[in-house]
Every structure is written in C-alpha cells, then in structure tokens.
C-alpha cells in the first residue's frame, strides 16, 4: 500500500472537515452558555440548535437531549439511577453497560449472536423489583443489528423501563427513538466523525432520570458543569452532516460484501459473523483458523491499513472476544477474529489495498504449514 486505509471506523470515525471548522469558529466566538450575557446567549444558541441536529439524528425531540462527555458516561447516567432496583443487559453489551453495575442480570444471546427474547422473557418475570433493560441498537463488534423494538415491547409489557445503546448504530442506519418505543438512549459523538468527549443521552420524559453529575443546573440540572460549547457545536455538525449521508453509509455494504467475497475466495473457511442477519452495512468481522487477531493487526498496520481485533474498549487482551464467546465461538476461531469497519472515507482502493495486505498475510500462514 502507498498511503494508509483507514478501516476502524467503530472505534472512531476520522473528524470530518466541517467539524473542524465549526469547532474552530465556535472556540474563536467563545462564551459561557449558562451567561445572561449577549455572547452567553450567543453560545447558548450555538448549543442548542446543536441539540435539535442530535435529536433530529434519531426521531426524538430535542427537549430530551442531554449532552455528556461521551457514550460511556450516558450510559452510565441511564443504569446507575438508585430508583432502579434491578437491571438486565445483555452479555454482547459494551463494557460501559456491562460494568455499570455489578449486580446487573445477564441475558444470553443465542449463537447467531442475537438477544434471546425468551431469556428476556423469562428474567422479566423472575422478580417484582423495579426494573431497566438496557439492550444496544447494533453490536460495535460484528455489526449485528438486534430486536431493540421487540425487546422493549416486552419490558414494557412487564413494567420494565427500556433503554438502549445506540452509540454505533446512530448515522450508520436510520434510527427512530419513538418507533423504538425505547425510553432513552445513548450516542456518541466521534462515532460519526464529531469530536472525541462529547456524547448525548436521549430520554423520552427527562424528568425520570437522575442527575449524574453534580454541582450546577447545566442540561436540565441532570449534568452540571459548564458546557463543552465547540464540542457540541461539533457533535450537532457532525449529525446533521451523518443524517444527510444515511444513503451514502448504506451503499458501504457493497464494499464490505465485496470485501468478505474476495476473502472467502482466499480462504474458502474463513467464517464471517452475522453474514446472514441484518447488519451495520459498514462492519465485517471474520476470522480464519491459524491465522491469529494480534498477526493481522500488527501485519496490515505494518502494511498501512488500520483495522482492529474488536472493541478499542478491550484493546490488548489475548483473548477470545467477550461477544464471540458468547456466540459460542470456540478459542481456536475466537482468537483469530478481525473487525473491518468502513466509513465516510472509504473507497474501493481502500478495499483492493487490504485485499493485498491479508492475501500475504494469508500466503505466509500456507507456507508455514
């Protein structure tokens, strides 16, 4: 490869121009949103036509935006409510959902690696406890797209609130918060090309959430401290600019089915996750027994693509990943998995130069066996 590919586009998409530029200007312009002042309320107003791109992004009304420092932190602020006795999430969760609380309930996926709505089923019913689901929109690793609408229907139906994790799903696919029917929602901004440290929780009555950070009235008195104004200048951009492309981000799938055929041409026994389930039309994670996660990492970066082996959050561990495992993917195809996620950058170069790389790769493990 002559240049670098950029393809881990799950762990953070590149920063798109006209972020850039509208973070630099509103840093220029300055102002404290909370001021009474005329450049407060100029900031002010820069935060919230931000926040009517954010709710636009995902069918809510922008009333139910509450800016954060990231997806983790919404996360968090949606699950640790002490008027919650009881949660239930399921084992594919992010790490931010899955270590929100230590005495969370987990439900199983089945092996196709989507949520087991009669395990869900059953757990609603073991307890009269007041309870929260928190099942994610997309899988950040294989790209699986999960019965979000259908699971919520059912915590409903048992007197359970419902909120979902949306951080990888909002920009890549239409997202509808009502059609849903969930009762918050978490996203991120630097998923979509926004800037890093800036995420939204959504709820559908702001009202029923707790405050998660304290000390002052910012964001409805549900987070206090004095608000990042450029990065959420920069967040609402980058969601306005993500609603517009949704079609764009949908035609990636042809570049990532193309993708797995020409690896499948390779190596007729890699196994590709999720390839016959609704999935994120950007996200490809496959694996190929003898050929290890860290050799193609570290090979196609030394080639000049960058991919991953799965989540950045659990980036350097030697082990199988925790999502596959779950499938039930056996440690000798676990450990060999790759993610490639494409984004708004991404051409067919980009595909025909990882081809090349991983068919070296590839050639390499045939010589030493």
């Given at each position: 490869m002559t240049s670098r590919s950029y393809l881990d586009f799950n762990a953070t998409a590149p920063t798109r121009p006209e972020v850039i530029d509208a973070v630099a200007e509103a840093m220029r312009e300055g102002g404290n949103a909370s001021s009474v002042h005329a450049d407060g309320r100029a900031a002010r107003a820069r935060v919230e036509k931000a926040r009517q791109h954010v709710a636009d992004l995902v069918g809510a009304e922008a009333a139910g935006v509450i800016f954060t420092g990231s997806g983790t932190e919404a996360n968090n602020q949606a699950l640790r409510s002490d008027k919650i006795e009881r949660i239930i999430v399921s084992v594919i969760e992010h790490e931010s959902v899955l270590q929100a609380r230590a005495d969370?309930?987990?439900?199983?996926?089945?092996?196709?690696?989507?949520?087991?709505?009669?395990?869900?089923?059953?757990?609603?019913?073991?307890?009269?406890?007041?309870?929260?689901?928190?099942?994610?929109?997309?899988?950040n690793e294989t790209g699986i797209i999960q019965p979000v609408a259908e699971a919520a229907r059912l915590s409903h139906d048992a007197g359970a609130l419902f909120h979902c994790d949306a951080v990888q799903a909002a920009?890549?696919?239409?997202?509808?918060?009502?059609?849903?029917?969930?009762?918050?929602?978490?996203?991120?901004?630097?998923?979509?090309?926004?800037?890093?440290?800036?995420?939204?929780?959504?709820?559908s009555d702001p009202s029923t959430m707790p405050r998660f950070v304290h000390g002052g009235g910012q964001e409805s008195g549900l987070r206090a401290g004095t608000e990042n104004v450029p990065g959420i200048v920069g967040y609402g951009v980058a969601a306005e600019s993500a609603l517009a492309g949704l079609e764009y981000f949908g035609a990636l799938a042809a570049l990532r089915d193309d993708l797995e055929e020409r690896v499948l041409a390779i190596e007729p026994t890699a196994q590709i996750f999720g390839k016959e389930l609704d999935r994120l039309p950007n996200t490809s994670k496959f694996a190929t027994k003898g050929l290890t996660s860290d050799v193609q990492v570290m090979g196609l970066d030394l080639d000049g693509a960058s991919i991953s082996a799965g989540s950045a959050c659990s980036a350097g561990r030697v082990e199988t990943p925790y999502v596959l495992a779950a499938m039930g993917v056996p440690d000798e195809l676990g450990l060999c998995a790759v993610r490639i996620s494409l984004g708004w950058t991404t051409t067919a170069k980009d595909i025909d130069?990882?081809?090349?790389?991983?068919?070296?790769?590839?050639?390499r493990k045939l010589a030493r066996n």
């Amino acid at each position: 490869m002559t240049s670098r590919s950029y393809l881990d586009f799950n762990a953070t998409a590149p920063t798109r121009p006209e972020v850039i530029d509208a973070v630099a200007e509103a840093m220029r312009e300055g102002g404290n949103a909370s001021s009474v002042h005329a450049d407060g309320r100029a900031a002010r107003a820069r935060v919230e036509k931000a926040r009517q791109h954010v709710a636009d992004l995902v069918g809510a009304e922008a009333a139910g935006v509450i800016f954060t420092g990231s997806g983790t932190e919404a996360n968090n602020q949606a699950l640790r409510s002490d008027k919650i006795e009881r949660i239930i999430v399921s084992v594919i969760e992010h790490e931010s959902v899955l270590q929100a609380r230590a005495d969370a309930v987990i439900c199983p996926v089945t092996p196709e690696g989507l949520v087991d709505l009669d395990a869900l089923s059953q757990l609603l019913g073991e307890s009269d406890a007041s309870t929260m689901v928190s099942i994610m929109l997309a899988n950040n690793e294989t790209g699986i797209i999960q019965p979000v609408a259908e699971a919520a229907r059912l915590s409903h139906d048992a007197g359970a609130l419902f909120h979902c994790d949306a951080v990888q799903a909002a920009g890549k696919i239409p997202v509808d918060m009502k059609a849903l029917g969930v009762d918050s929602l978490a996203l991120s901004a630097h998923k979509i090309g926004g800037p890093q440290g800036v995420g939204a929780l959504i709820c559908s009555d702001p009202s029923t959430m707790p405050r998660f950070v304290h000390g002052g009235g910012q964001e409805s008195g549900l987070r206090a401290g004095t608000e990042n104004v450029p990065g959420i200048v920069g967040y609402g951009v980058a969601a306005e600019s993500a609603l517009a492309g949704l079609e764009y981000f949908g035609a990636l799938a042809a570049l990532r089915d193309d993708l797995e055929e020409r690896v499948l041409a390779i190596e007729p026994t890699a196994q590709i996750f999720g390839k016959e389930l609704d999935r994120l039309p950007n996200t490809s994670k496959f694996a190929t027994k003898g050929l290890t996660s860290d050799v193609q990492v570290m090979g196609l970066d030394l080639d000049g693509a960058s991919i991953s082996a799965g989540s950045a959050c659990s980036a350097g561990r030697v082990e199988t990943p925790y999502v596959l495992a779950a499938m039930g993917v056996p440690d000798e195809l676990g450990l060999c998995a790759v993610r490639i996620s494409l984004g708004w950058t991404t051409t067919a170069k980009d595909i025909d130069g990882f081809i090349a790389g991983w068919q070296k790769l590839h050639d390499r493990k045939l010589a030493r066996n």
